[in-house]
């Protein structure tokens, strides 16, 4: 009971305060508690004081990694548990994560107990009002102190600004006195560039009517804009050509760091095509085993007659008429040398499939095709991508591009397990750039085994060539398993 003696003022005046004290040791665990205490501002002396909630975390800790101290059958739910809260910055609404947690993973809450008791989350607590001697969890955050733990188990890894980014300049190191006029153009806009930046900017790259395409005040895009004007310079005073990819990996170190959006860019600053400048020009051409017939300027061909797979351009796929097609499905694979062996092979009846090759991102003509196959007869596409990040970004866009033209198409994804991704025995080093497309398709709305597959890819850092799989491919069973694989979309 409160003892009131006198206050060294007339009256005491009362001030009421929240307090966390510090983590001290309580038998197997560290707690601090929240106290809302009643103080004279005059004498400090204590009116009232009341715990209120408490904070505490288990004193058994871990001996290396956390991969190795959990439990295998724990690890996809902490995992999903720390990276959520990882990527809200230690900050989750309890009882909604709770719930939808538990949906996805049933033993979300063992997971949350065994890295509470080896110091790896904090639990905060309260009395439960509604009973006597209950509690009730109001919050769980991970330890501070485990940060560099708890990443390595995520497999985060925190990005290096590249060169190109970090300072833009946009004079080429070699610039004394271009060979080419398509040089001089490039030198003197790059020119133009370094003086407004000199003048404390903003710099403006237009096109031929003055529009902006880009700004020095978007640094990002700005910098990458300049990064190739300046390998467009390299190019033509050396009169070499790349095509698009291999240009990008030269000067990005990653094929897709400059995408079509990009070049398209780079076209309206330069007023031309990018073909003057030593980019080789792209093919658009669709390649493709069917079943099928067509009509095409006063004539009728019929794929059975040629045997081997159609090279078809996007011209004759605009123009054709196509009269009749067979198979159901279709397969739309993104590495050549596997659409190459399926066809060679002869793995799937041409009479339930078609084989497509999409080299990366699908283009007009290849959705073109697929809309006037979906008017014959054609029900369901089976995309199979890459096993890294962009190959089911890829998918993704087929979707997208196909809804947009009210497509009824069924689609699924094949390939993309982490059954796949841990048998790989060929495998490339995830780039930064790849780290940052998992993050930011783990923040949409993913099918649990794509989301694992992804998880896996970051925790590993590798992505898997899908070469390997060449040997799995055969005559009998390949259809099957495609479709007991496939992850509908």
Not at 326 to 335: D, H, Q, S, V
Not at 390 to 407: P, T, W
Request: aromatic share 8%; with cysteine; glycine share 6%.
């Amino acid at each position: 009971m409160w003892n009131d003696t006198a206050c060294t003022h007339p009256a005491h005046s009362w001030q009421s305060a929240v307090e966390w004290g510090t983590f001290q040791r309580q038998g197997e665990l560290f707690r601090r508690e929240k106290r809302r205490t009643v103080r004279c501002l005059h004498c400090r002396q204590i009116k009232r004081s009341k715990i209120t909630e408490w904070e505490s975390y288990g004193s058994q800790n871990f001996h290396g990694s956390l991969a190795d101290s959990l439990p295998e059958l724990l690890l996809p739910a902490a995992r999903q548990l720390l990276r959520e809260l990882h990527q809200a910055g230690n900050n989750k609404r309890w009882v909604r994560w709770k719930l939808k947690s538990q949906a996805c993973h049933p033993h979300f809450m063992d997971a949350v107990d065994e890295l509470y008791r080896r110091g790896v989350m904090i639990k905060r607590e309260a009395k439960d009002p509604t009973r006597t001697v209950a509690t009730r969890l109001l919050q769980v955050t991970y330890h501070p102190g485990h940060l560099p733990a708890i990443e390595q188990l995520l497999g985060v890894q925190h990005t290096v600004v590249p060169e190109w980014l970090a300072e833009v300049k946009p004079l080429p190191p070699t610039a004394a006195s271009p060979l080419t006029g398509q040089g001089r153009r490039i030198l003197a806009l790059l020119q133009q560039q370094q003086a407004l930046l000199d003048h404390g900017g903003p710099a403006d790259l237009t096109d031929a009517a003055g529009v902006v395409v880009t700004t020095s005040s978007y640094k990002k895009t700005y910098a990458k804009m300049i990064r190739a004007l300046q390998g467009l310079y390299q190019l033509a005073e050396e009169q070499r050509t790349e095509s698009w990819k291999t240009f990008s990996q030269l000067l990005f170190h990653h094929t897709k760091e400059l995408n079509a959006a990009d070049r398209r860019k780079l076209e309206r600053i330069l007023g031309q095509d990018l073909t003057a400048f030593g980019i080789a020009p792209t093919s658009d051409t669709v390649l493709l085993t069917a079943a099928c017939r067509w009509a095409f300027d006063g004539g009728e061909a019929d794929s059975r007659a040629l045997g081997a797979y159609l090279s078809l351009s996007h011209p004759v796929i605009q123009h054709m008429e196509l009269l009749a097609w067979t198979a159901p499905k279709l397969l739309l694979i993104e590495n050549k040398d596997l659409f190459q062996n399926v066809v060679q092979r002869r793995a799937l009846h041409p009479q339930e499939w078609a084989v497509m090759f999409g080299g990366g991102y699908v283009s007009s003509a290849e959705i073109e095709l697929l809309g006037k196959a979906e008017a014959q007869g054609l029900q369901q596409l089976y995309i199979w991508p890459d096993l890294d990040p962009y190959g089911y970004q890829i998918a993704l866009n087929v979707k997208e591009r196909l809804a947009r033209r009210g497509s009824g198409l069924r689609l699924y994804v094949f390939g993309f397990h982490r059954e796949w991704l841990a048998q790989s025995a060929v495998a490339a080093e995830l780039s930064s750039v790849d780290r940052e497309w998992i993050a930011r398709l783990l923040q949409g709305p993913l099918p649990p085994s794509v989301r694992e597959t992804l998880v896996d890819m970051q925790v590993a850092g590798r992505k898997a060539e899908q070469e390997m799989w060449i040997h799995e491919i055969g005559p009998k069973g390949f259809g099957a398993r495609v479709e007991q694989e496939s992850i509908l979309l």
